[in-house]
Structure formats: C-alpha cells, structure tokens
C-alpha cells in the first residue's frame, strides 16, 4: 500500500508548493483568471473556424479540379477528349466560382 504523505513532505515538495501558489493567484485575481481564460478559448475557437473553413474550401476546390479532368479527359482513360465540352465546362465552373467569391479590393 502507498505510504501516505505528511504534511512537513507536502510543504517540501515544489509541485505542491506550485500548485498551491497558482491557486492563490487565481483566488486573489478571479476577474483576471476568467478573462484569460475566456481570450484562450476564443483563440481556440477562432483557428479551429479558420482550420475547418480552409478544409471545406479545399474539398471544393478538389472536387472542380475532378470535374475539370473528367470534363478534359473523359471518365475513362481511353475515351476520346473533348475540347469544346472542356471550355464549356470550365467557364461554367469559373461563372459559379466567380458568384461565391467575394468582390475584389480595388
């Protein structure tokens, strides 16, 4: 059985007196804690949105680059290309992307 610790030991012991400091200050300054913890959540949050954003753009962007070979090549390797159904295709893609771009800065 573990041997329990006495008091003398835990004063000793510089996690515990770490530990004990850290929750001083967050006694002595709750305000302060909160709001710190509140920034680094809402930093979290904000990358997490951005990482997720970025994904969703790639799927997109992955699945007009499938279209776009399919459109060029065919769905077989061995089928003919169509160059007129390609340029077709393609600024059909490019008008649709254009609309959920946002406006340019000029």
Same mark, same amino acid.
């Given at each position: 059985?573990?041997?329990e @610790?006495?008091?003398?030991?835990?004063?000793?012991?510089?996690?515990?007196?770490?530990?004990?400091?850290?929750?001083?200050?967050?006694?002595?300054?709750?305000?302060?804690?909160?709001?710190?913890?509140?920034?680094?959540?809402?930093?979290?949050?904000?990358?997490?949105?951005?990482?997720?954003?970025?994904?969703?753009?790639?799927?997109?962007?992955?699945? @007009?680059?499938?279209?776009?070979?399919?459109?060029?090549?065919?769905?077989?390797?061995?089928a003919?290309?169509?160059?007129?159904?390609?340029?077709?295709?393609?600024?059909?893609?490019?008008?649709?992307?254009?609309?959920?771009?946002?406006?340019?800065?000029?």
């Amino acid at each position: 059985m573990a041997k329990e @610790l006495t008091k003398a030991e835990i004063r000793r012991n510089p996690l515990a007196g770490w530990v004990a400091a850290t929750v001083q200050i967050i006694r002595e300054r709750k305000i302060l804690a909160i709001g710190s913890l509140a920034a680094i959540l809402a930093i979290v949050g904000g990358f997490a949105l951005y990482t997720w954003h970025q994904t969703q753009r790639e799927r997109e962007a992955q699945g @007009l680059l499938v279209k776009a070979y399919n459109a060029m090549w065919g769905d077989a390797s061995s089928a003919q290309r169509n160059p007129e159904q390609a340029k077709t295709l393609y600024a059909e893609m490019a008008a649709n992307t254009r609309e959920r771009l946002p406006p340019r800065k000029r």
